[in-house]
């Protein structure tokens, strides 16, 4: 892997979704599609580039606590997008 980033529009869905003011302008609809569509691609995308990071400590053994961390925060953050729902 070259790079250790989440993909843009993920970023924007998790910018909008906790900017109250941008909340605040969304209509039933959009909120509905973000809850039912939106979240649930965030998470999965959370989750992949959670093991994504971990993978090469995770083949070796060898763990680095900052990265562990990262990786923890990640599952917990894509389990409270989505209540826990892997897809």
């Known amino acids: 892997m070259t790079e250790l980033e989440i993909p843009h529009a993920a970023l924007n869905v998790l910018h909008t979704i906790t900017d109250v003011d941008a909340r605040a302008d969304m209509s039933d609809v959009d909120v ?11 998470a999965a995308e959370l989750r992949r580039f959670a093991a994504e990071l971990i993978r090469p400590y995770d083949e070796t ?24 729902e892997q897809s």
Do not use: N, S, T, Y
């Open 32 to 42: 509905r599609v973000v809850r039912e569509i939106a979240l649930p691609v965030v």
């Open 61 to 84: 053994g060898a763990w680095w606590p900052v990265i562990k961390d990262a990786h923890d925060r990640m599952l917990r953050r894509a389990d409270e997008l989505d209540g826990g």
